[in-house]
């Protein structure tokens, strides 16, 4: 993506984030997860918190797991329903209302995937090839250039356009799926006539939670701390986490980045600071350091993972949640599908 539009879409999502505690109300927001693995802390304080709040402030929400991404770089489907699961529990218990919030997978979602359709004629090979993030996608999986992974981005904007969301929380290396759906909706409306509006991707300012070797948090680097892990699960990663050996705890991420990343996940678990955290373990280092780590995360994460085990204890309500989420998403797709049809002239 070049600077420029990287600018452009900051700006955008600046005034919007200040426009939203104003007037929620002009707002519909969608955006989601691939449901490639279970939630970690990372997803927690980097975007589910966020959701919490707009949804809390009354904006019209949705959260989609895109269940077909999952096949975009890997072959298999295995665990899909389980993962699914665990994330509708993962985000209600941490405060997703699915009274407020539609939750819902877009396999289920046929009108939304039938815009895939006319959205393909709407997009140049040239331009899908361009991706960076399809691009950066493939060669870290090692997968080959499949039509799904290069495609895929097309079929994100009908997950943004099937719901005319004019709002997409997501991270900076989404925004080229984003510029792609704001082309996709003004040349459909420029063909067709005016069905789409041009969404904004909404980036967080939310500290990014290094992950326990102060990489970004992520599961495939296995450094991650998951919201449903047990104490005893949480604990034993933290301790085979790689610190140094100075014993003087202090935070500096460049040079000590294991030290840091664990100052840093304790400090969003506290709400205190780095700096206040690492005086009081002092010169007791790493040892130290990482009981008062576990013990802060643990303590945490206790009320959302006993609200998790609850939910997943009455799977009836899982799958209701889903049920009922896409069976609004399906009435919404629909109804958009309807004035799609009518603006090709495709009506029988
Ligand atoms: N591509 C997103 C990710 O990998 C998931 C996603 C699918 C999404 N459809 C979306 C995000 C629509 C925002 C809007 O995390």
Redo the contacts with the bound molecule.
């Keep these: 993506m070049s600077t420029d539009s990287f600018q452009a879409s900051l700006e955008r999502s600046n005034k919007i984030r200040a426009d939203l505690e104003v007037n929620p109300s002009k707002y519909y927001m969608?955006?989601?997860?691939?449901p490639t693995g279970r939630l970690h802390l990372g997803h927690y304080f980097g975007s589910i918190l966020n959701r919490v709040h707009m949804q809390d402030l009354g904006i019209n929400c949705m959260v989609?797991i895109?269940d077909y991404?999952v096949i975009t770089d890997r072959d298999t489907t295995e665990h899909i329903q389980d993962n699914v699961y665990n994330m509708v529990a993962d985000y209600i218990a941490a405060g997703i209302d699915p009274e407020k919030t539609i939750i819902y997978t877009?396999s289920a979602i046929p009108a939304c995937n039938q815009l895939m359709l006319p959205f393909l004629s709407l997009v140049s090979e040239a331009e899908l090839m361009r991706n960076p993030?399809v691009k950066a996608e493939q060669e870290a999986s090692g997968h080959e250039l499949t039509g799904l992974l290069l495609t895929?981005?097309v079929?994100?904007a009908c997950?943004?356009l099937f719901c005319k969301?004019n709002i997409?929380?997501?991270?900076k290396?989404?925004l080229p799926?984003?510029e792609l759906?704001r082309q996709v909706a003004r040349r459909f409306n420029k063909r067709y006539g005016k069905v789409f509006r041009e969404p904004a991707g909404i980036l967080s300012d939310a500290i990014e939670i290094p992950g326990l070797d102060g990489r970004k948090m992520s599961k495939s680097y296995g450094n991650s701390i998951m919201l449903g892990a047990t104490a005893d699960q949480t604990a034993k990663l933290i301790k085979k986490s790689q610190t140094d050996s100075e014993r003087t705890i202090f935070f500096d991420k460049e040079n000590r980045p294991g030290v840091s990343a664990l100052l840093t996940t304790a400090a969003l678990c506290t709400g205190r600071t780095e700096n206040d955290i690492a005086e009081e373990i002092g010169s007791s280092g790493a040892g130290a350091l990482k009981a008062f780590v576990t013990e802060a995360v643990n303590a945490f994460l206790a009320p959302h993972r006993e609200r998790r085990e609850e939910l997943l204890a009455d799977m009836g309500y899982i799958k209701d949640v889903l049920h009922e989420g896409n069976r609004k998403a399906n009435e919404i797709a629909q109804h958009t599908l309807d004035e799609v049809r009518e603006a090709m002239g495709m009506v029988y």
């Design positions: 969608l955006t989601g997860d691939r989609l895109a991404q877009h993030t895929y981005p079929h994100q997950d943004i969301a997409v929380p997501v991270g290396d989404q799926h984003i759906t």
